[in-house]
């Protein structure tokens, strides 16, 4: 259903940490003009864990409004309760939000059992496009490929964004064929993993360099890996220096040196580092960006 390189687009905000709608505008006709094949909105890139419910669905609204039908927007409605998050897809789904992203339950480390019926019970609930999303090494919770293969048979589980390893992208597209489209969630391993067969990348990188994402992507899905792994080699070292800190920590602040939006970010996060500042700006420089 969705392919190409879809942007885990950061939320933007003052130095207090209000929300800033005006740079939220500009963000995404960024996005709109350089190509972005789909934008997630409020996903943890987004900083979901430090916006309220309602700051959440209004800023899905909001995307869903700027886009105006132009990029699909996927909406992040993953949480470690099951009613928070059933409550938070059935509301971006009123809102207008094409599909929802699902982060595994963090934290409370359920089993897998545990995890398949979060996710059947939320999809049986709310009749929009469900993307799971594994990042173990953020949650403490890892969605085993037997479980994700189980849930490829839930009508409107459509894909999953797996950011953990190359091997594991490819026992999924072995175990789940066409039934469930794989979308890498680490840009690293985005270029190869399309071309063998991933649909898509869910991006961090694409928030500095969405035209560079958009035509990697383009070239990976129709198998040209000339074209893909030269534009992806510029991208190499912007891929590694946006972890130098927790995400969103340095792309926030790439974002900021694009002029596009303002520095803020909630605590516990806090700006980056100016001691990581020199490497993150020669990484742009190296992708062409600035």
């Known amino acids: 259903m969705f392919r190409g390189s879809m942007?885990?687009?950061?939320?933007?905000m003052r130095a207090d940490g209000s929300l800033d709608f005006e740079a939220l505008a500009r963000l995404v006709e960024f996005h709109v003009e350089n190509g972005t094949d789909a934008i997630i909105a409020v996903g943890t890139t987004g900083e979901s864990a430090t916006l309220d419910f309602e700051e959440h669905?209004?800023?899905?609204?909001?995307?869903?409004?700027?886009?105006?039908?132009?990029?699909?927007?996927?909406?992040?409605?993953?949480?470690?309760?099951?009613?928070?998050?059933?409550?938070?897809?059935q509301r971006a789904m009123e809102v207008g939000a094409d599909a929802c992203l699902l982060v595994t339950p963090y934290?409370?480390?359920?089993?897998?059992?545990?995890?398949?019926?979060?996710?059947?019970?939320?999809?049986?609930?709310?009749?929009?496009?469900?993307?799971?999303?594994?990042?173990?090494?953020?949650?403490?919770?890892?969605?085993?490929?037997?479980?994700?293969?189980?849930?490829?048979?839930?009508?409107?589980?459509i894909g999953i964004k797996e950011a953990s390893t190359l091997e594991r992208i490819h026992e999924l597209r072995r175990r789940c064929g066409d039934r469930l489209d794989v979308y890498s969630g680490d840009d690293g391993i985005a270029a190869?993993?399309?071309?063998?067969?991933?649909?898509?990348?869910?991006?961090?990188?694409?928030?500095?360099?969405?035209?560079?994402?958009?035509?990697?992507?383009?070239?990976?899905?129709?198998?040209?890996h000339a074209q893909a792994e030269a534009i992806d080699g510029r991208l190499a070292e912007l891929h590694k220096v946006l972890f130098l800190e927790s995400?969103?920590?340095?792309?926030?602040?790439?974002?900021?040196?694009?002029?596009?939006?303002?520095?803020?970010?909630?605590?516990?996060?806090?700006?980056?580092?100016?001691?990581?500042?020199?490497?993150v700006r020669a990484a742009m420089q190296q992708a062409g960006v600035i």
């Not at 360099?209 to 070239?219: Q, Y």
Request: glycine share 8%; charged share 15%.
């Open 7 to 12: 942007v885990a687009l950061v939320t933007p």
């Open 57 to 89: 669905i209004t800023v899905v609204r909001k995307i869903v409004e700027l886009a105006r039908g132009r990029t699909p927007v996927i909406a992040g409605t993953g949480a470690n309760s099951t009613t928070e998050a059933l409550h938070l897809t």
């Open 107 to 157: 934290y409370n480390k359920p089993t897998q059992e545990g995890l398949y019926r979060h996710y059947k019970l939320i999809a049986d609930s709310v009749a929009i496009p469900q993307i799971l999303y594994n990042v173990p090494g953020r949650t403490a919770c890892d969605l085993k490929p037997e479980t994700v293969e189980r849930l490829a048979d839930v009508p409107n589980i």
């Open 192 to 224: 190869e993993a399309m071309l063998g067969g991933a649909k898509g990348v869910i991006s961090v990188t694409a928030n500095v360099a969405p035209r560079a994402m958009h035509d990697m992507s383009v070239a990976a899905l129709a198998g040209d």
């Open 247 to 279: 995400n969103p920590i340095p792309v926030k602040w790439a974002v900021g040196q694009l002029g596009l939006i303002p520095p803020g970010i909630r605590l516990p996060l806090v700006p980056l580092s100016e001691s990581f500042q020199p490497a």
